[in-house]
């Protein structure tokens, strides 16, 4: 059974009682302890000339997890940013900017959109397209490997990710499979889509915790703001907000346009840091509407916005009316190819943050 302890009537209150006052335990856990324990462990687990890599998104989790091993071992951490044609508008002149701007830490960046598109070609279904896009990034990483052993006469031997415990929880096989976690809700590209057959060893640092401990981890390391208070982008990227086939037609580039002015609108607004996540979504139907006096056949897109504490539960953002007029408008007289806009409530549970 889960405690949904956020949206539960007492429920923190709850919680506090059976874990201090009937079960005696010491409210004594710090998240200085964690740092410390964590660095502690990566230095006994990598070697004195071990290199690694670390898989960086520009995101929140990946970016403290970054930090954290960087700390641990210096320069022998080789951080790797995957185009992999599933990004935002401008993602990756935006987060390669940034890094070089405000972390300072090495980072390479690989083109590999034409890949991950061409095996995502005609494929519908949402596991098998995040368990495709796990699996590629682990390939990338592999030959990613091979290059730098090319350069520094050593091949490295582990993989940094920035997983989370929510994506473990998700990700776990159902009831019968001979494990006694959670079912599983959908397989996260860093735990459920991952080949059996890869050859780097994981790091995984954050993966008991939850998303607001990462931001209070990232704090404690001195990781710039503007990363911490960033909105969580699914790893599978624009995979998961495309509903069916990512490649048919103009999908992915109608949706990063509806998705920039939807959250330059929330920025704008002053609204971007009082919701924990929001996003567009690409739906797979047509409709008929009326544009410039005219008939079209268009395209129906969903826009979602989320307030959370951990991302295990959250209920939809209440925009006013106002808020809402406006962005359609600019969405419908902007993006061509567009001619309905919808809006997701539906909270967390009975949906997922993400459609896919």
């Known amino acids: 059974m889960l405690l949904q302890v956020t949206h539960s009537t007492q429920g923190m209150e709850t919680l506090r009682h059976f874990l201090l006052d009937v079960c005696g335990v010491t409210a004594d856990w710090k998240m200085q302890d964690v740092l410390e324990e964590e660095i502690k462990v990566i230095k006994g687990m990598v070697g004195p000339d071990e290199h690694v890599i670390c898989a960086l998104s520009g995101g929140v989790d ?37 890094f070089e701007s405000d972390l300072h830490l090495p980072i390479t960046c690989v083109d590999a959109s034409e890949r991950f598109l061409s095996k ?48 473990v929880i998700e990700s776990c096989p159902p009831p019968g499979s ?14 459920g889509g991952l080949p059996k057959d890869m050859k780097l060893k994981l790091i995984e640092p954050l993966k008991l915790l939850f998303k607001d401990e990462v931001r209070k981890l990232g704090s404690i390391l001195n990781v710039p703001e503007a990363f911490l208070k960033r909105h969580p982008f699914p790893g599978p990227g624009l995979a998961v907000r495309v509903l069916g086939d990512v490649t048919e037609g103009n999908a992915l580039d109608i949706l990063r346009q509806v998705d920039e002015i939807f959250v330059q609108s929330i920025k704008d607004a002053g609204l971007y840091d009082k919701i924990w ?8 139907v ?57 809006q997701d409530i539906t909270s967390k549970p009975p949906a997922t943050v993400e459609w896919e």
């Open 120 to 167: 995502l070609k005609g494929v519908k279904d949402p596991e098998t397209k995040r368990k495709i896009i796990g699996k590629e990034f682990i390939y990338i990483f592999d030959d990613f490997a091979l290059e730098l052993e090319k350069k520094i006469g050593k091949r490295p031997t582990f993989l940094v990710q920035g997983t989370l415990y929510p994506d």
């Open 178 to 191: 001979g494990r006694s976690h959670s079912h599983t809700i959908k397989s996260h590209h860093n735990v």
């Open 277 to 284: 996540q929001a996003f567009a979504v690409f739906l797979p």
């Open 62 to 98: 990946s970016t403290v997890a970054a930090t954290l091993v960087h700390r641990a071992i210096g320069d022998r951490l080789h951080c790797v940013f995957v185009d992999n044609g599933l990004l935002r508008f401008k993602e990756r002149e935006r987060v390669m900017a940034t």
């Open 286 to 342: 047509q409709s008929v509407g009326v544009q410039g006096d005219r008939r079209t056949h268009s395209h129906v897109v969903v826009l979602r916005a989320i307030t959370s504490e951990d991302g295990m539960t959250a209920d939809w953002y209440y925009f006013d009316h106002k808020f809402l007029v406006d962005v359609v408008g600019k969405i419908c007289n902007n993006v061509r190819g567009v001619n309905r806009v919808c």
